[in-house]
């Protein structure tokens, strides 16, 4: 009897996934393909598939299966996780007013209008009075869903199923106790030379570099494609259709080297999911913080590696022949440029945290009541000024920078971090597990590392929380400390600092 | 009160649209873009979508608002046009059980792969029972729809509201009685010469001539976009974004070239719908039969007319070096050569009428009892070679040649050859009020033919039945004698017949 009701759960969470795949089709079309004036209808076709998605996740039906489910005990110990998490799930939307959603859904639509006025214009005060709503109902919202100690906990839930702020506070602690000074140290010696970047490099060029990386990687084209996109991102469709997106600028090689290696890393995630897993939470990522941890492994432990520029700076200076006079070693220097800069997506990998860091706690204020939306230009400077050590600008390269607020995402960018601490600790036991990882990378050999990665982490889905899976694979829960050794190690190394 | 029902009407209706587009978007995808392991899912994905959008079709909740409107009496004329085309749909598809579309569904699938497979291997007898279960439900649901006089026009009302088959039959009798003998005349006669167009055309050079051929229609690209698809179609998501698809063979440039404007004429159709009529019978083509007579129009009307090559026949020879030797009349004649063939799709406008006839025959007898599947391969030699002269040397390019039976799209054929009947009738209109027709097409302007048919035939959707439009034009209902009188003088001319 429970074995037909867990098929009935399957088949409803199957269809459920229809729709919202369905939904990732239209979005993906919509920023690849689709003809200027077709935008307006898409819009709201997508309103529509989303409003059934949403009916269809709440549904009583579903939920009293989750319920018996749940109740019952002849399921397989995967079985009883899927349904467990599904049930969390599913309490988790339900507690949110149809009424919250209807408001916030149209507070956020017109917040991300106003951010883009004030963006152009470079004037906060204009986004401030919505910001001011959309914190107020994600408060409400926080409310509703219940917390232990921190109403940040209730939203940062929604991105990183399990994460704390007590947490996040003890991990944004040691990179004000460890990076920030290090960052300094390095501020003090000379700047690796970067010159040979600022050069226009052929588009078509870059395209089929970023092919070959992508195919390197173990990328698989039988399930997936690349596309131009205006804003990179990697979205599924199953696990047999995942597809990325990237971005060519003539004048900007960098930014389509590191954006195609960072979907690639988000891609394999998904296409490492096992398919016979579509809709159910085994079938689906962990968290964004874990997800992240992916494409941040890929793009900075692996691909700003020294290692993964001897496998590949000749195809680049194939392709490129301005680059025939520089060599590898100037190359891996320049792609690790540490320094200060205003906007989080075009930071290093080391000063990104402090973007973050800033994120965090002005968000947690906000939450909390410490911060009133209307001060957040005043902040923002200050903060840029003491971690960073810049003077903002103006608006637009300070507290607008971002898109996320006014979609409603707070407890988003935490996740970020996460990613790249996660990768380090996973790479970390990668490379104790594959004695000659370097070496394998160096010849040009991804496939040991994926493997690796196909074993450990994507083919669980949800089967583990992010904290089980990082126990499980390293030991320990997340540890700063495996973040901290690799950049000394390798940006020591790189700006010639003692050890 | 009536107009808040009006509204309601219009938003459900609009609802059902978002999904019924999204549907034609995951279509689209996967006949363009999918990558290859990605297309089961995908097929999943449809049929969930498909589902939905039947539920919503035929809710009980639709229905009672369809019968109150239809009672008030405080709508306008155009509401009441669009409630009452409403009702007539919703009355006709809740006629059908649950059970016989579930049926049907299934039968049709396994008949899909069944004739797939029964093609490759040119065998009849693998489809064969496929074939006579498909026949068998279709007829069972021409029984459940109703008919006056026979049980064809159950079926046929689907694809060409309101035709009847007393009224094929007497068209079709009329192309026996007057084209066949034509056709004969034509053979009589000196072949024309075409070796100049079996030569092998650049694929990029074919791509840019057909996408000048479509700017030159009056195709709006800021509305719609062209890729490449194996089986080209025009699909629409809105009358704001209307996509077309072709096919590109090197050594077939003729394909390319009047797919390209056949494709174009339906889309110009979709491009003229009002986009304030979204999901309403306004908002949506007559039928089959009125939309093929927009792409045969542009196709064979305006395409393979001697004043179109006049126009673009440079442009062709500036892309194509091989061309330069020949002339534009001979590139005319060349493109009207008639000639009996197997495959429907590869044929004449003149000999394309005798395939559709043989189908159509062949369909009426299936669904009287009269003709048993099994029989259909003798059938079907028999009548090609009565009409069309030839003996069928095998049954992929016999009875297995096209995909329509297996989808259990009986009744669909007919509006094939319907589409070119009212293309020569509103052509002929057309040309009695655009005195210059033929010089401005001779000149490469296409947009007074295009500003006609957007005000005589595109804006008004469904408020006219086919039968009702085409009166309002040519002041009488469809009549073979425009088609015939249009053949007589272009192949007369061409093939030097004493008239």
Known sequence: MSNKLYDQYKAQLSKISDVSHSIAVLHWDKETYIPKKGIQRRA?????????????????????????????????????????????????????????????????????????????????SIFAPHMKEVVSLKREEAEMLGYDDHPYDALLDAYEAGEKSANLDKLFADVKAQLVDFVQEIAAKDQVAHDFMDQSFDKDAQWDLGIDLLQQMGYDFDKGRQDIAPHPFTTNFSADDVRVTTRIDEKNIANMIWSCIHEGGHALYEQGLLNENYGLPAGSA????????????????????????????????????????????????????????????????????????????????????????????????????????????????????????????????????????????????????????????????????????RENIHQYGQLYTAEELCVKISGEPLNFQYFMDYARAKYGDIYGLSA
Request: one cysteine or more.
């Open 44 to 124: 709201q076709q997508i309103a529509t598939l989303s409003g059934i998605a949403h009916e269809m996740a709440i549904s009583k039906d579903l939920g009293n299966l989750l319920v018996q489910l749940n109740e019952g005990n002849s399921l397989t110990e995967n079985e009883k996780k899927n349904v467990a998490q599904s049930l969390k799930l599913y309490q988790k939307i339900t507690k949110l007013s149809k009424d919250h959603v209807i408001k916030l859904s149209k507070t956020t639509s017109k917040a991300f209008h106003a951010w883009h006025k004030a963006k152009e214009a470079e004037d906060y």
């Open 286 to 453: 962990i968290s964004l913080g874990i997800h992240e941890s992916q494409s941040r492994l890929w793009e900075n432990n692996v691909g700003r590696s020294r290692a993964y520029w001897q496998a590949n700076f000749s195809n680049l200076q194939a392709r490129f022949p301005q680059m025939a006079e520089v060599d590898t070693e100037a190359f891996y220097k320049a792609c690790n440029l540490v320094k200060p800069s205003f906007i989080r997506t075009e930071s290093d990998e080391l000063t990104y945290h402090f973007h973050i860091m800033i994120r965090y706690e002005i968000e947690k204020g906000l939450i909390e009541g410490s911060i009133d939306a209307k001060d957040l230009p005043e902040i923002w400077a200050q903060k840029y000024k003491s971690y960073l050590g810049i003077e903002v600008p103006n608006h637009k390269m300070g507290v607008l920078q971002d898109v996320h607020w006014s979609h409603g995402s707070i407890g988003y960018f935490p996740t970020y971090s996460l990613g790249s601490f996660y990768a380090a600790q996973f790479y970390a036991q990668a490379a104790k597990d594959i004695p000659d990882l370097e070496e394998q990378i160096a010849a040009g050999n991804m496939l040991g590392l994926l493997a690796w990665l």
